[in-house]
């Protein structure tokens, strides 16, 4: 069993830069990799990052070069660095696990993400 909260969101400009947090509890040796989703309104939940254990990184389309993820083993988290951030990027955002044999781990709450000027 794998939990995890996220924060770091808020309000910022076009442009702007913010770092979200996620972190993980429970059975950490399971992880084989952490995720990144958002999800805006009227619009299907997005896989924006991933990160494995190995280090191996996955980014979508829309947030290469832009968005890094990161992880801090010792404060079991993992980070989303999101700069030049767009308008189209506003969206709740949730962390998520990749567990052994395919599992997933739980949902939080997700951290709100909103670009505005």
């Known amino acids: 069993q794998v939990q995890v909260v996220e924060s770091g969101g808020g309000l910022v400009q076009p442009g702007g830069s913010l770092r979200l947090s996620c972190t993980a509890s429970?059975?950490?040796?399971?992880?084989?990799?952490m995720r990144w989703f958002r999800q805006a309104p009227g619009k299907q939940r997005e896989l924006v990052a991933t990160l494995n254990t190995d280090g191996n990184t996955y980014y979508a389309d829309s947030v290469k070069g832009r968005f890094t993820i990161s992880r801090d083993d010792a404060k079991n988290t993992v980070y989303l660095q999101m700069n030049s951030l767009k308008s189209e990027d506003t969206a709740a955002y949730y962390c998520n696990a990749d567990l052994r044999y395919g599992l997933g781990g739980s949902w939080g709450q997700g951290t709100q993400v909103t670009v505005s000027s």
């Open positions: 429970g059975s950490i040796f399971t992880i084989d990799a």
